[in-house]
């Protein structure tokens, strides 16, 4: 408020020594004109200098002016005696000092020249410049004294309009703080302002995504716990059977059974290194990704593991030559193809048939990782596939995540009887590319499945 009264004085004040400035330079231009054309009669008596001539004005505006006149050389009037200390002024306007009565003066000189037949009149005009500055301060103080008066009740009407504009908004910022995105009550969405409502609606749907993400946090937590309580359990009770145990045989399997549930537990811990890694990545630019490429080295790391466990591995697509590709994070896409041919190679027995599909059409492009888990029957025997275990790990989290951090759909359904477990993550409205170059092509006999 002070900082505004100051900015304002000073602005009035330079408002008021410009029009000062401006009316005395017209009054001295005025009068000079006036001058031109009054009728004098040579030689008329030279005016002394007196103080009755520079008397104060009697009026807030007034101000003296003195004349000079020239007729070609003579001097027909000199109104307060200036000529001794002015001389003969050049045209114009003109600033200069006069002592007056032993004071030093500044004054403003406007001379004015013009022809009139075959003589010339000459005319000069003189105003004191600390009457004009005098002028110039009663100008700004009358520009300024209603805004200082007018100035605080605007503040105080300004204030008050407000603080009562803003109390919604106080009120709202209040509600949302005692919001917790564990309960279920959200804020009301028939708000006073409508600009607070769509504000509203984003904090609520802001709201219940972190509830979902919370609650996903927990089952993750859960799940993690699940998959260690077992092996932690069983190193328990196994490593004391084999400190207690005086069979040989007995202390061998429980020795075993320690060995295996801590490489268990390790693959569990290592699962939770990967995911933490892979939400790093997930903060990173995107690009391009084939997924037949990914498709073919993820299942040529796993060939010789599923071959020692006895299962068969193939890669199928359905656009062989062509570049299937989604934008996304490469490492992060091969972690999540990665951790479901783990899961499909080691929660399921020998002779299943495990296939990584490829493909692309009018609804989108994907990549599944189906087993059936059994080997197909021989003629007269039962195709029933056996049901999928249950607690995969956190293999599928992990690949649920990476999904969703992709845009990309996660489905389970079976879309083949043949393969009754499937795991995809599908992409919608995502067309093939242009065909690859020869050096990434594969090396099958341009067939769709390529066994590995």
């Given at each position: 408020?002070?900082?505004?009264?100051?900015?304002?004085?000073?602005?009035?004040?330079?408002i008021?020594?410009?029009?000062?400035?401006?009316?005395?330079?017209?009054?001295?231009?005025?009068?000079?004109?006036?001058w031109?054309?009054?009728?004098?009669?040579?030689?008329?008596?030279v005016?002394?200098?007196s103080?009755?001539?520079?008397?104060p004005?009697?009026?807030?505006?007034e101000q003296?002016?003195?004349?000079l006149?020239w007729?070609d050389?003579?001097?027909?009037?000199?109104?307060?005696?200036l000529?001794?200390?002015l001389?003969?002024?050049?045209?114009?306007?003109?600033?200069?000092?006069v002592?007056?009565?032993g004071?030093?003066?500044?004054?403003?000189?406007?001379?004015?020249?013009?022809?009139q037949?075959?003589?010339?009149?000459?005319?000069?005009t003189?105003?004191d410049?600390?009457?004009?500055?005098?002028l110039?301060?009663?100008?700004?103080?009358?520009?300024?004294?209603?805004?200082?008066?007018?100035?605080?009740?605007?503040?105080?009407?300004?204030a008050?309009?407000?603080?009562?504009g803003?109390?919604?908004?106080r009120q709202?910022?209040?509600?949302?703080?005692?919001?917790?995105?564990?309960?279920?009550?959200?804020?009301a969405?028939?708000q006073?302002?409508?600009?607070?409502?769509?504000?509203?609606?984003?904090i609520?749907?802001?709201?219940?995504?972190l509830?979902?993400?919370?609650?996903?946090?927990?089952?993750?937590?859960?799940?993690?716990a699940?998959?260690?309580?077992?092996?932690?359990?069983?190193?328990?009770?196994?490593?004391?059977?084999?400190r207690t145990?005086?069979?040989?045989?007995?202390?061998?399997?429980?020795?075993h059974?320690?060995?295996s549930?801590?490489?268990?537990?390790?693959?569990?811990?290592?699962?939770?290194l990967?995911?933490?890694?892979?939400?790093?990545?997930a903060?990173?630019?995107?690009?391009?990704?084939?997924?037949?490429?990914?498709?073919?080295?993820?299942?040529?790391?796993?060939?010789?593991?599923?071959?020692?466990?006895g299962q068969d591995?193939?890669?199928?697509?359905?656009a062989?030559?062509?570049?299937?590709?989604?934008?996304?994070?490469?490492?992060?896409l091969?972690?999540?193809?990665?951790n479901?041919?783990?899961n499909?190679?080691?929660?399921?027995?020998?002779?299943?048939?495990i296939?990584?599909?490829v493909?692309?059409?009018?609804?989108g492009?994907?990549?599944?990782?189906?087993?059936?888990r059994?080997?197909?029957s021989?003629?007269?025997?039962?195709?029933?596939?056996e049901?999928p275990?249950?607690?995969?790990?956190?293999?599928?989290?992990?690949?649920?995540?990476?999904?969703?951090?992709?845009?990309?759909?996660?489905?389970?359904?079976?879309?083949?009887?043949?393969?009754?477990?499937?795991f995809?993550?599908?992409?919608?409205?995502?067309?093939?590319?242009?065909?690859?170059?020869?050096?990434?092509?594969?090396?099958a006999?341009?067939?769709?499945?390529?066994?590995?």
């Open positions: 408020m002070m900082m505004t009264c100051l900015m304002l004085a000073a602005m009035a004040y330079r008021g020594l410009y029009e000062a400035d401006e009316i005395s330079d017209g009054r001295l231009t005025a009068t000079a004109k006036l031109m054309h009054a009728p004098l009669s040579p030689p008329a008596p005016a002394r200098l103080r009755d001539n520079l008397a004005e009697q009026h807030s505006y003296h002016i003195a004349v006149v007729q050389d003579t001097l027909l009037l000199d109104s307060h005696g000529l001794t200390q001389g003969t002024p050049a045209v114009g306007y003109l600033t200069t000092s002592e007056v009565h004071e030093l003066h500044h004054w403003r000189l406007f001379t004015l020249q013009v022809a037949g075959t003589s010339q009149r000459r005319v000069t003189v105003m410049l600390d009457a004009r500055f005098e110039g301060r009663d100008i700004a103080i009358n520009l300024a004294r209603p805004a200082f008066i007018v100035l605080p009740l605007v503040a105080l009407l300004l008050w309009t407000l603080r009562r803003l109390k919604p908004l709202l910022s209040q509600r949302i703080d005692a919001l917790d995105p564990l309960s279920p009550h959200r804020l969405t028939d006073a302002f409508t600009d607070f409502s769509s504000t509203v609606r984003a609520n749907a802001l709201m219940d995504r509830a979902q993400q919370m609650q996903q946090e927990r089952d993750f937590t859960s799940d993690i699940h998959e260690l309580r077992t092996p932690l359990t069983s190193l328990a009770l196994q490593s004391h059977v084999a145990s005086t069979d040989p045989v007995q202390r061998a399997q429980a020795l059974t320690v060995q549930q801590a490489l268990h537990a390790g693959k569990v811990l290592a699962q939770l990967a995911f933490a890694r892979a939400q790093r990545q903060g990173l630019e995107v690009e391009p990704v084939c997924l037949n490429h990914l498709g073919r080295q993820t299942v040529a790391h796993h060939a010789q593991a599923a071959h020692e466990r591995l193939a890669l199928e697509t359905t062989p030559h062509s570049t299937v590709a989604v934008a996304g994070r490469p490492i992060l091969a972690l999540a193809l990665r479901l041919l783990d499909a190679i080691q929660h399921n027995p020998p002779g299943t048939h296939q990584v599909n493909w692309t059409d009018a609804q492009c994907g990549i599944s990782v189906s087993n059936t059994v080997r197909p021989h003629a007269g025997e039962p195709t029933n596939p049901p275990p249950s607690g995969l790990g956190l293999g599928l989290t992990l690949a649920k995540r990476i999904a969703a951090w992709h845009g990309a759909q996660w489905q389970t359904h079976p879309t083949d009887l043949d393969w009754p477990i499937r995809a993550l599908f992409w919608p409205n995502q067309a093939p590319s242009e065909p690859m170059s020869p050096s990434h092509t594969t090396s006999k341009n067939t769709d499945r390529s066994p590995v």
